[in-house]
């Protein structure tokens, strides 16, 4: 495996991390944006809705202007909602794809990463496999030699 290829894979697969995580980033502000949204449209329904048996008379003038105010303001809220919506799923969709396309890139980086290690862990079995060899046959040699000279010895003495 040339180191160059296996180089530009994993360069490609921390670009598509990157770019995966930067619209991660963008699909979670968008969901904390809708949860804001949420808890406005909430508090305004509370407040509509808050009824207490005691409340004061010179409150019955702000309360009727304050209703319409907040139904308005719930519907903005509703449609910024319906609004946002959309873009969280196409978002969403976009993060989807992004993560795809990281994880093709990450699993071709290691599997030629392992196929090169493989190759390396080959290489270096065949190197020791020659060097034991190696030392199997000199010793195979020395000790032949040995067994001559001690069979040369006996003949002669």
Do not use: C
């Given at each position: ?26 699909l979670g502000e968008l969901r904390h944006r809708m949860v804001q949204l949420e808890q406005q449209r909430q508090e305004l329904a509370d407040g509509i809705s808050f ?107």
């Amino acid at each position: 495996m040339d180191p160059r290829r296996l180089s530009a894979i994993a360069l490609l697969k921390r670009l598509k991390k990157y770019e995966m995580e930067k619209d991660a980033r963008h699909l979670g502000e968008l969901r904390h944006r809708m949860v804001q949204l949420e808890q406005q449209r909430q508090e305004l329904a509370d407040g509509i809705s808050f009824k207490t048996p005691s409340y004061d008379a010179n409150f019955t003038p702000y309360m009727k202007q304050f209703v319409p105010a907040a139904k308005a303001e719930i519907k903005s809220i509703a449609e910024n909602m319906v609004q946002l919506k959309p873009e969280i799923t196409a978002m969403e969709n976009k993060v989807s794809e992004k993560f795809q396309q990281y994880k093709t890139f990450d699993i071709i980086h290691t599997s030629l990463s392992a196929e090169r290690r493989r190759a390396q862990d080959a290489r270096e079995n065949a190197e020791i496999e020659e060097t034991i060899l190696w030392r199997w046959t000199q010793n195979r040699r020395l000790k032949l030699q040995q067994i001559e000279q001690a069979s040369d010895e006996i003949q002669k003495g």
